[in-house]
C-alpha cells in the first residue's frame, strides 16, 4: 500500500511551490489575450505560394505604421483539389469592425501587393471585436468562472460535508492557477475557448475528487474506531488510484492528438485540458485529501 498520507507535507510544499511559480508568470509575464478579451482584429489568409511572416508583416506596414506590430503566425496548409493553400492568421491589435471602408480597403491593398509579387490570397475568415465587446465577453467569462466555483462547493457540500466542499474547491483553486501558469508560460492564448477549457476542467477535477471523498466517506462509516482518519483516507485512495489513473491516461490519450494536429482553434481548448488532467488528478491525490484530513483534525469531527 502505497504511503500518500505520510507524504502529504511533501506534496503540499510542492503545489504551493507551483502556485507560486504560476502566480509570478501571470504577474510578471501575463497572458497571451486573444481577440475575443483584447479586441481588434483577426483574420485568416490562403495564398498559392508560400511567403514568409516577415513578407506579411512588410506588406501590412506599408499598409499603416501601427500593423507593424500585428501577431503573424503560419497555420496547416490546405489540400484543395490536388494543389496546396498556405494559410497564415494576422491579428491587429485595431478593430475593423465600425468601418467596413477600412476593412475592404485592407483586404484590397493586401490582395494588390501579393499580386505585385505573384502571389494570390484568399481571405477566409474574418473576426473584429471592439474594445468594449472584449471587456463584456472577459466580464461574463470571470462570471462563468465564478458562479461555478459557487454552485461547485454548494453540490460537494449538500452531498457530503462543509469539510469536502472546503478541500474540493481549494484543490479546484489550485488546479486553475497552476493551468493559468502554464498558459502564461507557454504564451498561449486566452479566448473563449480557454475559458470552456477551464469550466471543463473545474467538472473534470471535481469529479475526480468526489470519487475519492465518496471512498473516504464510505470508509469512515465502515472503519470508524478501527483506523484514524489519516489511515482511513490513505486506504481510500490507494482503493480508487488506479481507476482515476486509468481515466486520466485515457482522457490524456484522446486530447494528446487534438493538440498537436488540431490546428491554432482548437489549442487553446486542447491545451486546458491537457494540463488540468494532470494537475487535477495529482490534486485530487493529493490535495483534496489531505485538506480534509486537517479540517478535519482541527474540528474534531471524527
Known sequence: MIDFVGKRKVFILLSLL???????????????????FAGGTEFVISSNKEVSINEIRSILTSIKSEYATAKIAKLKNLNV??????????????????????????IKTMKQKFAEKDITIDFLE??????????????YA???????LILLLAYITLRFKFSF??????ALAH????????????????NVAAV????TLAGYSLNDTIVVYDKIRENMKKLRGKKNIEEIVNTSINEVIVRSLNTSITTFLVILPILIWGGKAIAPFAFGLAVGVVVGTYSSLYIASPIVIGWIKRSRVY
Open 196 to 199: 470552456a477549457a477551464f469550466l
Open 126 to 139: 474574418f473576426n473584429d471585436v471592439s474594445g468594449y465587446a472584449a471587456e463584456e465577453i472577459k466580464s
Open 81 to 106: 483539389e490536388d494543389s496546396e493553400l498556405f494559410q497564415y492568421s494576422v491579428v491587429l491589435k485595431e478593430s475593423l469592425s465600425g468601418s467596413t471602408a477600412l476593412k475592404e480597403e485592407l
Open 175 to 190: 488546479d486553475i492557477i497552476i493551468t493559468m501558469g502554464f498558459y502564461s508560460l507557454f504564451g498561449i492564448e486566452i
Open 18 to 36: 507551483l502556485i507560486l511559480s504560476s502566480l509570478i508568470f501571470v504577474f510578471t509575464k501575463g497572458f497571451n489575450l486573444g481577440v475575443d
Open 165 to 170: 466542499g472546503v478541500g474540493a474547491i481549494l
Open 142 to 148: 470571470w462570471y462563468a468562472v465564478i458562479i461555478s
